[in-house]
Antibody, heavy 119, light 112 residues
Framework: EVQLVQSGAEVKKPGESLKISCKGS????????IAWVRQMPGKGLEWMGI????????RYSPSFQGQVTISADKSITTAYLQWSSLKASDTAIYYC????????????WGQGTLVTVSS | QSVLTQPPSVSGAPGQRVTISCTGS?????????VHWYQQLPGAAPKLLIY???NRPSGVPDRFSGSKSGTSASLAITGLQAEDEADYYC????????????FGGGTKLTVL
């Protein structure tokens, strides 16, 4: 069974750093990309970036370039999304989602990680 | 404002048919890229509903269908049920502005 299991909810203060994770299981990782998607409270889905497990090729949405870092550890089939200095406006649910190298859509999604940034 | 434009809301009574539009341009929907649709039930993660314009993943009822024409796509839901009340998002890709993945702004479906 394909699963993307994300790390738990986080409460942080502005200026703090954070790294959340997305662990995949039940499929061949090297043939898939993992994307990160933001959903701010009451708002829609925003694509942040995507990483290819096979060679760690990473691409970012212009809106998020330089604001976050996406990485992956193939050995433990886990992708990461990290911030070096959080802002209150980073408060959102963050989803990871899987995309096959041959397709254009996201067929499995993680359960989401709620990140709350508040002083 | 999203590059892919969806109506903020649509509604229908149980048993009726509703459609949700997704309007793009020649650099995304009008190019060679497919359109995909996701359903997000309240408090849940998005779920793939339609892929490649008009294909349903296993387990998705045939009440859901997709179509594409020119620079627009549509999601149709027939035999509306209360459990269909959710947010729906279209997704595609774009060749301009270095945009890689595009999501529509989302449409809230209310079952009356």
């Amino acid at each position: 069974e394909v699963q993307l299991v994300q790390s738990g909810a986080e409460v942080k203060k502005p200026g703090e750093s954070l790294k959340i994770s997305c662990k995949g299981s039940g499929y061949t990782f090297s043939t898939y990309w993992i994307a990160w998607v933001r959903q701010m409270p009451g708002k829609g889905l925003e694509w942040m970036g995507i990483i290819y497990y096979g060679d760690s090729d990473t691409r970012y949405s212009p809106s998020f370039q330089g604001q976050v870092t996406i990485s992956a550890d193939k050995s433990i089939t886990t992708a990461y999304l990290q911030w070096s200095s959080l802002k209150a406006s980073d408060t959102a649910i963050y989803y990871c989602a899987r995309r096959d190298v041959e397709t254009e859509y996201f067929d499995y999604w993680g359960q989401g990680t709620l990140v709350t940034v508040s002083s | 404002q999203s590059v892919l434009t969806q109506p903020p809301s649509v509604s229908g009574a149980p048993g009726q048919r509703v459609t949700i539009s997704c309007t793009g341009s020649s650099s995304n929907i009008g190019a060679t890229f497919g359109v995909h649709w996701y359903q997000q039930l309240p408090g849940a993660a998005p779920k793939l509903l339609i892929y490649g314009d008009n294909n349903r993943p296993s387990g998705v009822p045939d009440r859901f269908s997709g179509s594409k024409s020119g620079t627009s796509a549509s999601l149709a839901i027939t035999g509306l049920q209360a459990e269909d009340e959710a947010d729906y998002y279209c997704q595609s890709y774009d060749t301009s502005l270095s945009l890689y993945v595009l999501f529509g702004g989302g449409t809230k479906l209310t079952v009356l």
